[in-house]
């Protein structure tokens, strides 16, 4: 059977959302926009007009879940590329907004650029197991004005072919991004069929919704885009200090945020997203290296799933500065934890010191680890055929099955997970080959991925019209 893990029970799970309806309908949120104020009250929310609270009634909230799609798919622009959601898969969602990288040459951190920007995206697009794309580099170099900003969804849409996940900070970036996407996916009706950009939208805890990136999602809510609600409350922080408090008020924000999408636009498909974490106590910084974190992780895939929807998980990242065993034992207990309540997406390989340093071996270790993960939660096949009692007997006393035609077909078909990582030499044979490390063994992977990963082109008269799109923006023309 499948391995499935709990870490909250169904009266817990039940108490969280409890909770939740009484603090929505007591406390509430702010909600600093006034365009999503005016929607929220349409809908059937208290608005109090001063002090901007919106207070929501145990129904609006019920209706809303209601209101959401079970099921969905991502697309891309990648022919045949599709990933259902709520359809027992999971992907990586590669992690984002590294300020530094790794030098390749010496070792050290620096600040990060265009060129590992770009190296990183086309990495991820060679990797079957990442199917969402995020800016692995903080791309602040594209958002110095309009003409940049068109310049970097260019850049985006080039090198990544499967499933964007963006957002936007302006209304007027979002109007660029809706007519980038239009462009390059055939208009409107498309983008609705092929959904193959979603919304990453965050609101701030504790229980605020800032205006100009709220404002900048709702002008693309008639365009039918999946929204992933990702609030990061961190424990001691920005919520209560305990696991389970920090996990409610993730739920209280994202229930929140859905309400004013499904008020918005009823049927916006949404991601469930949270993110809580936890704070580091000498510090006040977000490491991710907690095993606490993959808990939490487990706890949102539940919450989420007890409604229904799909749902992306972050499970925590590292705060050690270089690849390897630290790093990795870190990442791996946290998303083994994730991975065994087995959300739809799972966020995210290759960085490192708290999500702020960037190394392309850490992203191949990493999908290493989510491989071994994804083998536990396949957990013991159990069916008729796998218990060989027919073996045993025809082997007999002593005898071994090495010749056995199940023998053969279990190392072919997964019953024992094959990687291309173990150390399979004698000691002898890898002492001689001058005792290479797992970092070894990754820098020229890295670098073959570099050399040889082409991006999917674009057609070219898709190219023309975005070139047109950059060049209006870079001289200033304004779009309504």
């Given at each position: 059977m499948e391995t499935d893990l709990r870490v909250l029970s169904d009266n817990e799970i039940t108490q969280v959302h409890e909770r939740t309806l009484s603090i929505l309908a007591t406390t509430g949120v702010r909600v600093d926009t006034e365009r999503g104020r005016k929607l929220l009250k349409k809908a059937g929310a208290d608005v109090n007009s001063i002090s901007h609270v919106v207070r929501f009634p145990r129904g609006m909230v019920e209706d809303c879940l209601k209101l959401a799609p079970r099921k969905f798919s991502l697309g891309g622009r990648r022919p045949?590329?599709?990933?259902?959601?709520?359809?027992?898969?999971?992907?990586?969602?590669?992690?984002?907004?590294?300020?530094?990288?790794?030098?390749?040459?010496?070792?050290?951190?620096?600040e990060a650029n265009y060129q590992d920007w770009l190296g990183a995206t086309r990495m991820i697009d060679s990797l079957d197991d990442v199917g969402v794309y995020w800016a692995m580099v903080d791309p602040g170099f594209f958002q110095k004005s309009s003409g940049d900003y068109v310049g970097y969804l260019r850049q985006m849409v080039r090198n990544f072919s499967k499933h964007l996940q963006d957002c936007t900070?302006?209304?007027?970036?979002?109007?660029?991004?809706?007519?980038?996407?239009?462009?390059?996916?055939?208009?409107?009706?498309?983008?609705?069929?092929?959904?193959?950009?979603?919304?990453?939208?965050?609101?701030?805890?504790?229980?605020?919704?800032?205006?100009?990136?709220?404002?900048?999602?709702?002008e693309m809510v008639d365009w039918g885009i999946p929204v992933a609600i990702m609030p990061m409350p961190m424990m001691g922080g920005t919520s209560p200090a305990s696991l389970i408090s920090t996990v409610l008020l993730a739920n209280c924000e994202t229930l929140a945020m859905l309400c004013l999408v499904q008020a918005a636009s009823p049927g916006t498909p949404v991601i469930y997203a949270a993110s809580p974490a936890i704070m580091d106590p000498y510090t006040g910084r977000f490491t991710g290296s907690e095993v606490e974190h993959g808990l939490m992780g487990a706890a949102i895939t539940e919450m989420a799933r007890s409604y229904g929807l799909p749902v992306e998980t972050s499970a925590g990242s590292t705060g050690h500065y270089v690849p390897g065993v630290r790093a990795s034992y870190e990442r791996a207990l946290n998303w083994v934890m994730a991975t065994l309540?087995?959300?739809?997406?799972?966020?995210?390989?290759?960085?490192?010191?708290g999500s702020l340093l960037l190394s392309l071996e850490q992203l191949l270790i990493d999908v290493e680890v989510f491989h071994r993960s994804s083998r536990l939660s396949r957990g013991i096949d159990t069916r008729v055929e796998e218990w060989l009692e027919v073996d045993l007997a025809s082997v007999g006393h002593g005898g071994n099955f090495l010749s056995r035609r199940s023998t053969r077909n279990a190392l072919r078909n997964g019953e024992v997970y094959m990687t291309d990582y173990d150390a399979r030499d004698s000691y002898e044979a890898w002492s001689a080959s001058g005792k290479p490390t797992l970092m070894d063994e990754l820098r020229p992977k890295v670098q073959e991925i570099l050399n040889s990963h082409v991006s999917l082109p674009l057609d070219e008269n898709v190219e023309r019209e975005l070139e047109k799109i950059e060049q209006r923006a870079r001289d200033g023309i304004k779009i309504v």
């Open positions: 045949n590329w599709e990933f259902p959601l709520n359809a027992n898969r999971c992907s990586l969602v590669a992690d984002g907004g590294a300020s530094f990288a790794i030098d390749e040459q010496t070792g050290e951190r620096r900070h302006t209304v007027e970036e979002s109007r660029w991004l809706l007519e980038v996407l239009s462009t390059v996916f055939g208009g409107k009706e498309n983008i609705r069929k092929l959904n193959p950009f979603s919304f990453l939208v965050t609101p701030i805890s504790p229980m605020v919704f800032e205006a100009e990136h709220t404002d900048a999602y709702l309540s087995w959300p739809d997406l799972l966020v995210g390989p290759g960085q490192l010191g």
